[in-house]
């Protein structure tokens, strides 16, 4: 069996390209234990790569920023088998403005729109903490403003199920698989720019359940499959501030806990098997680099 690791970054983004490489191999060595031929893009046009690769492989998977994710799997789903979440559902989770106000809708808890004051300022299309900063000043073109909620910041990662039908997708009965609560390492600079520097694996906070449910939730309201990477701040409530419809860094530090393979579990949660409750032993932080180092 061959699978296509369409990675972006590496290539075509230098500033995420150190996530990218980490991530990317995390999931070649997981997929070549587990059996499969891994084949890699060029670093020539990335939408000509996939084209070019993906019919010959029996599954593929983009790791992408979310302003690119849906376009590129949205290529990748003509060619082949998609492990990740659908072109649809990724382009809804990369427009921020419209996520808060679905699982606002849907009585999840996301931060207030705020018009004045100190706030959180984001761009409606971003990638992480990227452009997200501290400040009272008016959002730019394509940026939006958020009540700055303070507390602590927590990521969930899961792998969400799904089905393929006659011609379409649908899914599987089965609920989104938590592989793990990761405490995020993240700095606000003397110019309120948000900086992420990695976080810790796996952590137990005490409202642990209450931030998988609502973690869980926001993924069936999204119609989010595949690996997802939800954000959340811990306050009087769980609030969602972002949702990443992709593989994130966090993997790289769930992986060097976790007793079973991610490639499997990818494969598995794509084809509606049931995936069994994951294993971890011990506790990490992780860089942004990839680098692993004991908690």
């Given amino acids: 069996m061959k699978v296509l690791l369409a990675e972006y970054a590496t290539a075509h983004a230098p500033a995420l390209a150190p996530e990218g490489a ?56 003509q060619h082949t088998h998609n492990l990740g979440c659908g072109a649809m559902n990724a382009a809804l989770a990369a427009n921020k403005v419209r996520t ?52 602590e910041s927590f990521s969930v990662s899961l792998v969400g199920s799904r089905i393929v039908g006659d011609a379409c997708l649908y899914f599987s009965g089965n609920p989104p698989l938590p592989l793990a609560v990761n405490r995020q390492l993240i700095n606000i600079d003397a110019e309120g720019r948000f900086r992420y520097r990695g976080g810790e694996t796996p952590v137990h906070p005490p409202r642990e359940q209450e931030i998988l449910l609502v973690a869980a939730k926001t993924l069936a309201v999204l119609g989010c499959q595949g690996y997802c990477g939800v954000d959340v701040v811990v306050a009087d409530k769980v609030y969602v501030v972002d949702v990443n419809p992709r593989i994130t860094t966090s993997l ?44």
């Fill in 252 to 295: 790289v530090g769930i992986t060097a806990c976790m007793k079973e393979e991610i490639a499997q579990i990818l494969v598995d949660a794509s084809q509606g098997k049931p995936t069994p409750p994951v294993h971890l032993t011990g506790k990490v932080q992780f860089d942004t680099s990839g680098r692993i180092s004991p908690a």
């Fill in 100 to 151: 808060a106000q679905i699982l606002r809708s849907h009585g999840i808890p996301v931060p207030a729109d705020a018009v004045a004051g100190e706030r959180v300022i984001k761009p409606v299309h971003g990638c992480g903490a990227e452009g997200v900063r501290l400040s009272t000043d008016a959002p730019g073109t394509g940026e939006f403003s958020q009540e700055y909620i303070r507390g």
């Fill in 22 to 77: 980490a991530m990317l191999e995390v999931l070649k060595n997981s997929f070549t234990r587990c059996g499969y031929s891994v084949e890699l893009p060029g670093t020539g046009d990335f939408g000509a790569e996939i084209e070019r690769l993906a019919p010959e492989c029996d599954m593929g998977l983009v790791i992408a920023p979310d302003n690119v994710l849906s376009r590129y799997t949205m290529i990748l789903e």
